[in-house]
């Protein structure tokens, strides 16, 4: 990723340069042509003013003037110089071969031009000097009227020269921001890969057992924060669910030791008696079978709390108060079967909630069924519905002898149970708890004003 980050930032760059330099380079060229242009033209009209009187007056003494007059500015310039008098012919040439002296150049398209008054330049391709040049052809007047010509050509190596400098300059001042770009860039990418590298090591290690390691992000990378953040609560959750699970597990297998060897002794006991004293073997038998009895119903509650810790399905509404209309009417004949009053107050409204799909038939009879363990005959229990807020909570209230602070915030914990309720497995309430916890709500004892609990469960409620 580092290198990626690194390749964009530079091909980025270079395109910025590329898009601006060629311009550039393009508009560096076309002013030093220009420059060239004018300064030739300069020069020309100069030497041309000077040259005037030797055209008219083409002595030897003034031909010698103008002679030594355009050698000299050929050696300062490189450039070469031919004045032709009216009609074409070359009186001076700048060349240390005067071989071309007395020719004709009429038939040259910027020397014509030149003696017709107007100012010639541009360039063209020497076939003899095999190279491009520029050339300016100017008229040299006498007052008014034109007596003849000045030509100068100039090798386009100056230009080249020029430009090459200058772009050079363009090609250093490139190369020192792709290097800044470079810097910047491996800072920029170091930046940002440090932190993934650092979340890579740390979800390795994860993976690799180390169970407490949560990856700490240094910077202001929201992102990257954000992907972090999500990590710590992925390896929360799979640390408790794994610490949960180990729990669990231990707790089953010293649950399940229990009624097993409980129920081997007594089959053993049995065994022992089965042929000397059959009473004795009956009641062992009998005992024996209370344990299996005992050991199916927990077998029955940890696999309804496995589901509930591992299933999460979709909430659903439902209305709490017509749900426990309903289970009243099943606990009722129970309840005046062991001579405990079943009272209950509910609202003249339905009460909608948001719950797991038959979670709360669960919690209701789990809070109906441990009021009736610690209710004794003659005692009373009230079920009653409360809207609080956001919020409708169902209670649960028995005229039990209650529970201490301590026993009110373990009662939840798997496979506790209270020294009066030994006949338990000590899973429901925490059933109880796994599914108000699913659906978004809680579940809590509380010391009712009779002396006995109050089990109270929230629930969300879908009338927001």
Not at 157 to 175: M, Q
Not at 340 to 357: F, G
Not at 384 to 392: A, C, K, M, Q
Request: net charge negative.
């Amino acid at each position: 990723m580092r290198r990626r980050i690194i390749i964009g930032l530079l091909a980025l760059i270079a395109s910025i340069l590329l898009i601006k330099d060629i311009p550039i380079a393009n508009y560096l060229y076309a002013v030093e042509k220009d420059r060239l242009v004018k300064s030739l033209e300069r020069d020309a009209f100069v030497m041309g003013l000077k040259s005037e009187e030797a055209i008219e007056s083409p002595t030897a003494e003034n031909l010698i003037y103008v002679t030594q007059l355009i050698r000299d500015y050929s050696t300062q310039s490189s450039g070469r110089v031919v004045i032709t008098n009216i009609s074409g012919v070359a009186v001076a040439i700048s060349d240390d071969d005067q071989g071309a002296l007395g020719d004709s150049y009429l038939s040259r398209p910027e020397v014509s031009t030149a003696l017709r008054g107007e100012i010639a330049t541009g360039q063209r391709f020497s076939k003899t000097l095999n190279q491009s040049l520029m050339f300016v052809s100017v008229p040299i007047y006498t007052g008014e009227r034109i007596v003849g010509s000045i030509r100068i050509t100039h090798s386009n190596e100056e230009i080249s020269k020029t430009l090459k400098a200058k772009l050079l300059g363009l090609l250093l001042v490139a190369l020192f921001t792709v290097l800044i770009s470079i810097i910047i860039g491996v800072y920029y990418a170091n930046s940002i890969t440090r932190n993934l590298v650092r979340l890579r090591n740390d979800v390795r290690e994860f993976a690799e057992g180390k169970l407490s390691t949560r990856t700490v992000i240094k910077g202001n990378d929201p992102e990257i924060k954000d992907l972090a953040e999500s990590f710590n609560s992925m390896a929360e959750k799979i640390s408790r669910l794994i610490s949960d699970q180990k729990m669990f597990s231990e707790d089953v297998s010293h649950q399940l030791r229990t009624p097993l060897t409980a129920l081997r002794l007594k089959m053993e006991n049995a065994e022992d008696v089965i042929h000397t004293d059959w009473k004795r073997a009956q009641v062992q038998i009998h005992e024996a079978n209370n344990e299996i009895s005992r050991l199916l119903q927990l077998t029955e509650d940890l696999l309804r709390l496995t589901r509930t810790e591992t299933t999460f399905g979709d909430l659903v509404v439902e209305d709490l108060v017509q749900i426990v209309t309903e289970r009243m009417n099943y606990w009722t004949p129970f309840a005046e079967e062991n001579g405990v009053s079943l009272e209950y107050s509910l609202p003249d409204h339905p009460e909608e909630i948001r719950t797991l799909s038959g979670a709360t038939v669960q919690v209701l009879d789990n809070y109906i069924d441990n009021a009736f363990d610690v209710t004794a005959p003659g005692g009373k229990i009230t079920v009653r519905v409360e809207r609080f807020g956001d919020y409708v909570e169902l209670h649960v209230i028995d005229s039990g002898c209650g529970l201490s602070d301590a026993d009110k915030a373990n009662a939840f914990n798997r496979f506790w149970r209270s020294g009066t309720h030994s006949k338990s497995t000590g899973l429901g309430l925490a059933i109880v708890s796994r599914l108000m916890l699913s659906a978004g709500g809680s579940a809590e004892l509380r010391d009712s004003a009779t002396g006995g609990i109050d089990a109270c469960a929230r629930f969300k409620s879908a009338q927001l």
